[in-house]
């Protein structure tokens, strides 16, 4: 993985921690840490439809404000996407086994209406995992994936890997190590290995300072 640069966060993030100041608050006080924390979170996350969640659609804002993908992409990657790659990076450099994956399949319309303007949302994979489109007649790059799913998933619970070759024939799925920061994509059209560095300075920032996230 690339080095991280915090060229574009606030000169205050990339020193030393800042000791913090015990005050008191009034009604419309806010902390100086937490000012400072948002405007790095916004110049982080640049108000481009382009650039936000649902991903790869452009600027398309679903009828929604300037906003909407914004919101939708800090509240990603704060929620779900930090705590997971840090989990991901402390568990590989115990020496755990460690396995990661980055579904992207995309939620048929006809079974979720709201799926273009939400794209692939939080569980979208557990019906996979219980053979959902497998066995409902979905179309074929799901159903295969979905069926790959089932088998990654036992060969792990009995092996604790997820390769084990047997079941259907799908792509080796590399552990996730300090050397070798990747992911498997799960998606229908394009089963692959991604490196686990997407949006790696925003999602640093938040990673590095989770008790300004906690408030």
């Known amino acids: 993985m690339k ?3 915090l060229k574009h966060v606030p000169a205050a993030f990339t020193g030393p921690k ?5 005050m008191t608050l009034g009604p419309t006080s806010t902390p100086p840490d937490l000012v400072l924390t948002v405007d790095a979170l916004l110049a982080l996350y640049p108000n481009d439809p382009a650039l936000g969640s649902p991903y790869n659609t452009g600027k398309e804002t679903f009828g929604q404000g300037s906003h909407f993908k914004r919101g939708a992409s800090m509240a990603g990657d704060w929620v779900f996407e930090a705590l997971r790659r840090t989990w991901s990076h402390a568990a590989s ?5 460690t396995f990661g994956y980055h579904f992207t399949d995309p939620q048929a319309p006809n079974e979720d209406p709201f799926s273009v303007q939400t794209g692939v949302n939080h569980e979208g994979e557990v019906t996979y995992v219980f053979g959902g489109p497998a066995f409902a007649g979905t179309p074929v ?7 790959a799913m089932m088998d990654y998933w036992i060969s792990f619970a009995v092996e604790l890997d997820p390769n084990d070759g047997r079941g259907s024939k799908r792509p080796h799925w590399p552990q996730y190590t300090p050397d070798n920061e990747v ?3 799960l998606n229908g059209g394009n089963m692959t290995v991604i490196p686990d560095d997407y949006r ?10 989770p008790e300004e996230f906690q408030r």
């Open 3 to 5: 080095p991280l640069s």
């Open 18 to 22: 800042k000791q913090r100041r015990t």
């Open 93 to 97: 450099r115990l020496g755990m086994k």
């Open 141 to 147: 790059p799901a159903n295969l994936l979905s069926l």
């Open 183 to 185: 992911l498997l994509q």
């Open 200 to 209: 790696n300075i925003p999602i640093a920032f938040i990673s590095a300072i």
